[in-house]
């Protein structure tokens, strides 16, 4: 229990927006603005690292880098001088996504910008979902959709990289027109699911969804407890490590 | 932050019995077994903490207290003040809530020719939606059908889901996975273009396809970035506080407040389709939530002073998988998918206690029956309890590197505070998850007030009394796909009359004449997360509200 006072009593210095704030330890810098007395409106969304909503940046005391993070995911340290970025402007296109072909016509046609890369790695190191930036611009920049898309897929859209880019491109935008493209126009479609539908508009499952529908309770629990399941498929994936 | 000591301990014992347990296996409880449990342990059952309602459509029937509290309360408008002679917009659909329910929508409506308007609270996609990791449900694999997705879909909600509109939900399925797929959403494919498909909690067949552990975030994202390049108009920050009803209580549209401005905006529409999704944080019983900051409820309490009928309002789905440690964290979701990959949930001594793909409910129940009656439980140093769940176990399963292929996320959420969760296992406890109840509504996604649709978390009967894992995303978008089009249809030969507050007056007098006389206005909009003193110095020192 004692451990337990002693967490409690615990506070750290954070500046919000310059002005000073004891806060307990250990909260994240999202809670840490709320328990100072905000009530956010903006700057906050999922409280949990999906929506990009609460970007922020900040530096500690004596330390000449900017350094950048999600407010609800990074912990609120002792000297943290913070502000969020709500929103940035960023244009995103518009498009006709069944129009166009997965190629760098595509990209470079609504993003002429990406050419401007400098290959300077901002982006990358400010994202805080770690992911490649700059190779996924890359990517989209020379054609290459698929991996656009698969090295963008985990992008939450928070705009920390587009604050901070030279050459003023709109990342997120770019990574969203490549995983259209890429699972539109590249990606198979399942054919399992073509055959579903021609079943279904051929009426075979009708029959037996009346009969359930109709079914009394007691049935139904019947039914339901002795319906036979898959087993759990428990071969390693053919996809290694590496891939 | 890596695992303290006094957890540690624990830890060698999961690693211990580990290889033991990949050889065995754990019984499923009968449906008299799990009866037996979810009574003695799920929170649902805790009668003390719900309260029958005093007024309205659903007076009498048990509501929890949290949600007692907000139907219970007066509107943010006076009727009696209020100008509704000013109108501000006028549209044909509108649209209140820009989550996955509201933007699908928005697309089908718009696609029938008609005008339409998504109004929301925070962005557009600042939403439940945006955080679904696990999967949506579809019966598309040829050993699987509709009719064994029906009777899934019943088993798990207690057979007492509505027929109609469990027959809509999986018929629709294949349906809405090509609609996605053809809007261009990324899903976990195999070369040819088959889904690679997972067990759920459950679900009888492998049918939860996913797109890694982001599939709420991709479907969202897409539908947004296609609604954006077909125009679709969307007020950002500004919630509905209130419906209006023209005086043969047909809605006609909807009182906006600006959040930022703090204006209220009269906005006219010949149908309104609610999409607000759940009520995660009004925190039921004190649990913490998986939900975003703006699920709080209002659809429901707007609908309900409208006139609109609840079911199932008096069941909350607990996910058994919230994170318990790191404090930082506590209650966000780890998603089924865990399970789903074969993790098994140990207690402190290194042992199984539960077959992991019962339903939610039962899994739940099991794990705070270990943390409490069997005090087997796992205790951290803020004195959360929590038993493990082993992750590790995924590798060996399915080939090391599949972790990290196919929860990303995941790993990433506990990477940040110092947690490998491909080498260590992650301590959970059940966290309020899902409203399985809500709006009553029809398999065309009408509501019993005219011109008003309802779609989504908000609406209740599909799921009966729970849900399982993967058929709300999927629920979302058959229903805010029916919703769309019914609106729209609706909107074409509607003849809506003077809007009116009347109802909001009835409301008041109905609360007066039970008795409750209270300062409580509700919606809420958004929970109060400032600390206590911030609150007692912003009301001067007097009270706290
Ligand atoms: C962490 C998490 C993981 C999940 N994982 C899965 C999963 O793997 N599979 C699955 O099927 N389901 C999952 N679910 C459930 C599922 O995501 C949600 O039930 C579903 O997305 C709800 O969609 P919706 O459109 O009804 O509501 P939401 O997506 O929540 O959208 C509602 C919108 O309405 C807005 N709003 C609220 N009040 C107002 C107001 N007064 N006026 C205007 N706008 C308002 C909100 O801000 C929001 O934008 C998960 C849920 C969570 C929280
Ligand atoms: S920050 Fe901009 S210029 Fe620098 S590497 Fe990234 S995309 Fe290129
Ligand atoms: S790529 Fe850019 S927008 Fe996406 S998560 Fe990273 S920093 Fe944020
Ligand atoms: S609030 Fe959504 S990412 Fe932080």
Redesign the pocket.
């Known amino acids: 229990m004692a451990v337990q006072t002693e967490v409690a009593t615990e506070t750290v210095t954070v500046h919000i927006m310059g002005k000073r704030y004891e806060v307990p330890k250990g909260l994240t810098i999202l809670k840490a603005i709320e328990y100072a007395g905000y009530r956010l409106v903006r700057g906050v969304g999922c409280r949990?690292g999906f929506c990009g909503a609460c970007a922020t940046v900040y530096r500690k005391a004596g330390d000449f880098r900017l350094k950048v993070g999600l407010a609800c995911q990074t912990v609120a340290e002792d000297g943290m001088y913070l502000t969020q970025i709500p929103f940035y402007p960023a244009t995103k296109a518009i498009y006709d996504i069944n129009a166009l072909k997965p190629s760098a016509d595509a990209v470079l046609r609504y993003y002429p910008e990406v050419v401007r890369c400098l290959q300077c790695g901002t982006c990358l190191k400010v994202c805080p979902q770690e992911l490649d930036v700059m190779r996924y611009i890359a990517a989209a920049m020379r054609g290459d959709i698929a991996k656009a898309a698969d090295l963008s897929f985990d992008c939450i859209q928070c705009g920390l990289c587009t604050s901070r880019c030279p050459a003023e491109i709109s990342h997120y935008h770019v990574a969203m027109l490549s995983r259209r493209l890429y699972a539109k126009h590249i990606a198979s479609p399942a054919p399992h699911l073509t055959q579903r539908l021609e079943e279904i508009r051929a009426g075979k499952f009708d029959a037996e969804l009346e009969a359930l529908m109709k079914a009394d309770k007691e049935t139904l629990r019947k039914l339901y407890a002795e319906r036979d399941i898959e087993p759990e498929e428990l071969v390693p994936s053919t996809k290694t490590d590496e891939d | 932050m890596p695992y303290p000591e006094m957890m540690q301990e624990s830890i060698a014992k999961v690693e211990e019995t580990r290889s033991r347990r990949l050889r065995e296996s754990f019984p499923r409880l009968s449906l008299e077994e799990r009866q037996r449990l979810l009574e003695a342990y799920h929170p649902d059952y805790r009668r003390e903490t719900f309260r029958p309602l005093a007024v309205g459509p659903n007076k009498g029937d048990l509501v929890p207290n949290e949600l007692a509290d907000l139907l219970e309360a007066k509107s943010r408008i006076d009727p009696d003040l209020f100008d509704l002679s000013r109108v501000d917009y006028e549209t044909d659909v509108l649209i209140?809530?820009?989550?996955?329910?509201?933007t699908a929508a928005a697309l089908w409506a718009q696609e029938q020719g008609v005008d339409v308007l998504i109004?929301?609270?925070?962005r557009w996609?600042?939403?439940?939606?945006?955080?679904?990791?696990?999967?949506?449900?579809a019966a598309d694999k040829p050993n699987d059908s509709p009719a064994r997705h029906y009777l899934d879909v019943m088993g798990g909600g207690g057979f007492v889901n509505i027929p109609e509109l469990v027959k809509a939900l999986v018929t629709d399925a294949p349906f809405i996975i090509r609609w996605l797929e053809s809007l261009g959403v990324m899903f976990d494919k195999e070369p040819d273009g088959t889904m690679i498909t997972v067990h759920g909690g459950g679900t009888s067949r492998r049918r939860m396809h996913s797109c890694r552990d982001y599939?709420?975030m991709e479907i969202m994202r897409v539908l947004r970035d296609e609604a954006r390049n077909r125009g679709i108009q969307a007020w950002e920050f500004?919630?509905?506080?209130e419906l209006l009803l023209d005086e043969s209580r047909q809605c006609v549209g909807v009182i906006l407040y600006d959040l930022e401005t703090e204006e209220y905006f009269v906005v006219r529409a010949k149908a309104v389709v609610l999409?607000?999704?759940?009520m995660?944080r009004l925190h039921i019983q004190g649990f913490p939530t998986?939900?975003?900051y703006?699920?709080?409820a209002?659809?429901i309490v707007?609908a309900y002073r409208a006139g609109a009928r609840m079911i199932f309002m008096d069941t909350v789905q607990y996910h058994p998988t919230g994170v318990a440690y790191p404090e930082q964290i506590l209650g966000?979701?780890v998603?089924?998918k865990v399970r789903g990959l074969g993790a098994h949930l140990i207690n402190v001594d290194g042992e199984r206690f539960i077959y992991e793909l019962e339903t939610r409910d039962v899994v739940s129940a099991a794990i705070i029956r270990e943390c409490t009656d069997k005090g087997k439980g796992v205790v951290t140093p803020t004195g959360m309890v929590g038993v493990w769940l082993d992750t590790p176990m995924i590798d060996i399963l399915r080939g090391k590197g599949t972790i990290q292929r196919a929860l990303p996320a995941m790993v990433r959420q506990f990477a940040r505070f110092g947690i490998d969760i491909t080498k260590e296992p992650i301590l959970v406890y059940p966290t309020q998850?899902?409203q399985n109840g809500g709006i009553i509504i029809r398999d065309d996604a009408s509501s019993e007030i005219a011109g008003l649709f309802v779609?989504?978390?908000?609406s209740g009967g599909v799921h009966g009394r729970n849900r399982l894992?993967?058929?709300?995303?999927?629920d979302?978008l058959v229903f805010?796909r029916r919703a769309g089009l019914s609106a729209a249809e609706w909107a074409k030969q509607a003849s809506p009359g003077t809007p009116t507050l009347d109802h909001v007056r009835d409301y008041h007098r109905q609360l007066q004449e039970a008795g409750i006389n209270t300062d409580r206005v509700s919606?809420m909009?958004l929970p109060d997360y400032t600390s206590e003193i911030a609150r007692i110095r912003r009301l001067g020192g007097v009270t706290i509200g």
Do not use: C, F, W
């Open positions: 949990g | 209140i809530g820009g989550g996955g329910a509201g109004a929301t609270k925070l996609g600042d939403a439940n939606t945006m955080m679904a990791q696990g999967g949506i449900q599939t709420g500004r919630p509905a506080v999409a607000t999704g759940g995660g998986t939900n975003h703006g699920a709080t209002d659809g707007i966000q979701l998603t089924e998850h899902y779609a989504g978390e908000v894992m993967g058929n709300s995303l999927l979302i805010g919606p909009l």
